[in-house]
C-alpha cells in the first residue's frame, strides 16, 4: 500500500518556487530582449559615426599626398599616439592629447589603391576591394573589425581616393555589455529582493489556513466546538462552513451515543435484576406452582425488556435522522394497516377500535409516520383498559392534517399531562411495560415532520391525542 506522505507536498513552498522562478524566467527575458535592441541600437551609433568620421575626414584630406607623406606629420602623430600610451592610468583614463581607446581605430587613405596614410603603423595596405563603398567586417592583425569605405565624389576624385575608417568590434562588445550589465545589475538584484517579498506575502496571505489547520488540530472528540478563522478568504469561507456542519452533526451524534447509553444502562439495570432475582426464585421453587410462577415473571421480564430495547432503538433512529427524504404516504390505508395489524390484541380485550377519515395523503417520512400512529394506537389501547373504545380520525384542512386518536378509558391527571411526553415517564407503571418512550419519540416524530403533537382536554368522556402535520 503507497504511504500518503510518499505525495504530499507543501503548496505555499511550491507556489513560492513558481511565483520566483516565473518571475526570475520572465526578467531574464526581458534582459535578453533588451540587450539585443541595446545592441542593434549601438551598432547603428557607431556605424553612423564610423560613416560622419569618414566623411568629415575624406573632406578635410588634401588633395596631394604630400602632406599626408612627410616626415614632420608622421613624427607628430606617432609623438601624440605615444604621448597618449605614457600618460594614460588605464585604458579608461583620458589625456590630454587624447584617449587610449584610439588604438582601436583606424583610419586609411588610399590613392589608386596605394595607402598613402594610416593612424595605427604596422598596419599595412589591408589589399581590399578599392571599388566598394559601405559597410562590411574585416579581420585586421588576427581580429574582427567594423569598417567603412568612401571614396570621393567623381567630379573631385582624378587620382580614385578614398578613405577606409574600421573600429574593432571588441570595442564595441565590450561597450554594449557594459551597458546591459548596468541595465541588468539592478534587475538582477530585484530577483532575490522579490523572492523575499513573495516569501512573505505567500506566507501572509496564507494565514488563514495555518489558522484553520491549528483549529482543527485543537479539535478532539470531547471538543466539537464551532471553528472560528479571522478574517476568513472568500475561497476559505465554504470549507469552514463545511467543516462547522459537519463538527456539529459528529456533535449531535456523539451526543445521542452518550444520551443512548446513559439511558439504556439506566432502563435495563432494573429490569436484568428483576429478572436476575426471578431466576434465582426459580431455581430455590421447591414447589411446582411456584416454579410456573417464577418463569412467567421471568417470561414477562423478558417481553418488558424487549419492548424496552425496541424503544431505545427506535428513539436512537429518530434521533440520528437530519436528512428529510418525504415522500408521499397514504395515511388512510397506514392506519387501516396498523389496526388490522392488532385486531387481536384488541378482541382479547374486548376493545372497540373504529376508523373515520377519507382518502388523505401528506408528504412524510413512511417508516416515521407508521411509528408515529403506532404508538398512538399502542398507547390508547394499554391505558384504556378491557372494553373501551378506541377511535382514530383523520380530518383533511386547506394546508395541514390533523390526527385524532381517542379512547373512553379513564381521566388522565394532570401530573400526566405534563409529563407524558418527557423521556422514560410511565404513568401507570402496572400496565406499561416500555421505557416510557413512545410518546417522546412520537412528539420527535412530528417536529421532524414540521407538525405537532398534543393532549387535548377531556371531552364526551374521552381523552384525546390530536397529532397536526403539514400536507
Known amino acids: 500500500m503507497k504511504n500518503n506522505t510518499d505525495v504530499t507536498f507543501s503548496i505555499k513552498k511550491r507556489l513560492t518556487i513558481s511565483v520566483v522562478l516565473l518571475s526570475t524566467v520572465l526578467i531574464l527575458i526581458s534582459l535578453i530582449f533588451s540587450f539585443s535592441s541595446s545592441r542593434h541600437e549601438i551598432e547603428e551609433v557607431y556605424d553612423a559615426r564610423?560613416?560622419?568620421?569618414?566623411?568629415?575626414?575624406?573632406?578635410?584630406?588634401?588633395?596631394?599626398?604630400?602632406?599626408?607623406?612627410?616626415?614632420?606629420?608622421?613624427?607628430?602623430?606617432?609623438?601624440?599616439?605615444?604621448?597618449?600610451?605614457?600618460?594614460?592610468?588605464?585604458?579608461?583614463?583620458?589625456?590630454?592629447?587624447?584617449?587610449?581607446?584610439?588604438?582601436?581605430?583606424?583610419?586609411?587613405?588610399?590613392?589608386?589603391?596605394?595607402?598613402?596614410?594610416?593612424?595605427?603603423?604596422?598596419?599595412?595596405?589591408?589589399?581590399?576591394?578599392?571599388?566598394?563603398?559601405?559597410?562590411?567586417?574585416?579581420?585586421?592583425?588576427?581580429?574582427?573589425?567594423?569598417?567603412?569605405?568612401?571614396?570621393?565624389?567623381?567630379?573631385?576624385?582624378t587620382k580614385h581616393e578614398y578613405i577606409f575608417v574600421a573600429e574593432k568590434e571588441s570595442i564595441r562588445d565590450e561597450m554594449i555589455y557594459e551597458l546591459a550589465l548596468s541595465a541588468a545589475l539592478p534587475q538582477l538584484i530585484l530577483i532575490p529582493c522579490l523572492a523575499l517579498v513573495m516569501v512573505f506575502l505567500i506566507d501572509k496571505h496564507f494565514k488563514p489556513i495555518s489558522e484553520l489547520k491549528l483549529a482543527i488540530a485543537q479539535r478532539s472528540a470531547n471538543k466539537l466546538d464551532t471553528i472560528y478563522v479571522?478574517?476568513?478568504?472568500?475561497?476559505?469561507?465554504?470549507?469552514?462552513?463545511?467543516?462547522?456542519?459537519?463538527?456539529?452533526?459528529?456533535?449531535?451524534?456523539?451526543?445521542?451515543?452518550?444520551?443512548?447509553?446513559?439511558?439504556?444502562?439506566?432502563?435495563?439495570?432494573?429490569?436484568?435484576?428483576?429478572?436476575?432475582?426471578?431466576?434465582?426464585?426459580?431455581?430455590?421453587?421447591?414447589?411446582?406452582?411456584?416454579?410456573?410462577?417464577?418463569?412467567?415473571?421471568?417470561?414477562?421480564?423478558?417481553?418488558?425488556?424487549?419492548?424496552?430495547?425496541?424503544?431505545?432503538?427506535?428513539?436512537?433512529?429518530?434521533?440520528?435522522?437530519?436528512?428529510?427524504?418525504?415522500?408521499?404516504?397514504?395515511?388512510?390505508?397506514?392506519?387501516?394497516?396498523?389496526?388490522?395489524?392488532?385486531?387481536?390484541?384488541?378482541?382479547?380485550h374486548q376493545q372497540d377500535v373504529s376508523f373515520e377519515g377519507g382518502s388523505i395523503k401528506v408528504l412524510g417520512d413512511e417508516a416515521l409516520l407508521r411509528i408515529l400512529l403506532t404508538n398512538l394506537l399502542d398507547n390508547a389501547m394499554r391505558y384504556s383498559g378491557d372494553g373501551s373504545q378506541i377511535n382514530i380520525r383523520l380530518e383533511e384542512q386547506e394546508e395541514r392534517i390533523k390526527v385524532y386518536v381517542s379512547d373512553t378509558g379513564k381521566d388522565i391527571s394532570e401530573e400526566t399531562r405534563e409529563k407524558m411526553f418527557d423521556n422514560f415517564y410511565r404513568a401507570n407503571t402496572e400496565k406499561g411495560d416500555g421505557a416510557g418512550l413512545g410518546m417522546s419519540i412520537t412528539r420527535d416524530i412530528a417536529k421532524f415532520h414540521g407538525g405537532s403533537v398534543e393532549l387535548l382536554p377531556r371531552a364526551d368522556n374521552r381523552n384525546t391525542l390530536l397529532v397536526v402535520l403539514p400536507k
Open 230 to 348: 479571522a478574517n476568513p478568504t472568500q475561497e476559505l469561507s465554504p470549507l469552514v462552513s463545511a467543516l462547522n456542519a459537519l463538527l456539529n452533526e459528529l456533535d449531535q451524534a456523539w451526543q445521542r451515543e452518550k444520551r443512548f447509553t446513559r439511558m439504556a444502562a439506566h432502563e435495563l439495570k432494573t429490569p436484568l435484576t428483576i429478572l436476575r432475582l426471578n431466576a434465582e426464585n426459580a431455581m430455590m421453587s421447591q414447589n411446582e406452582q411456584q416454579l410456573k410462577s417464577d418463569l412467567n415473571n421471568i417470561l414477562q421480564g423478558i417481553d418488558r425488556t424487549d419492548r424496552m430495547i425496541h424503544q431505545l432503538l427506535t428513539l436512537a433512529k429518530v434521533d440520528s435522522i437530519h436528512e428529510k427524504r418525504f415522500s408521499a404516504t397514504d395515511l388512510t390505508k397506514l392506519c387501516q394497516a396498523i389496526i388490522a395489524e392488532r385486531v387481536p390484541l384488541a378482541l382479547k
Open 50 to 157: 564610423l560613416g560622419q568620421s569618414a566623411k568629415m575626414l575624406l573632406l578635410s584630406m588634401p588633395i596631394s599626398e604630400q602632406p599626408l607623406q612627410s616626415g614632420h606629420t608622421r613624427e607628430l602623430f606617432d609623438n601624440w599616439m605615444k604621448r597618449i600610451a605614457i600618460q594614460a592610468k588605464n585604458d579608461d583614463a583620458p589625456t590630454p592629447f587624447g584617449h587610449p581607446y584610439e588604438q582601436n581605430i583606424l583610419v586609411q587613405f588610399y590613392i589608386a589603391g596605394d595607402l598613402i596614410w594610416s593612424s595605427i603603423p604596422g598596419v599595412d595596405n589591408l589589399k581590399h576591394d578599392s571599388k566598394y563603398t559601405g559597410f562590411g567586417y574585416m579581420d585586421i592583425q588576427n581580429e574582427p573589425w567594423r569598417y567603412f569605405q568612401l571614396p570621393l565624389p567623381n567630379s573631385m576624385n
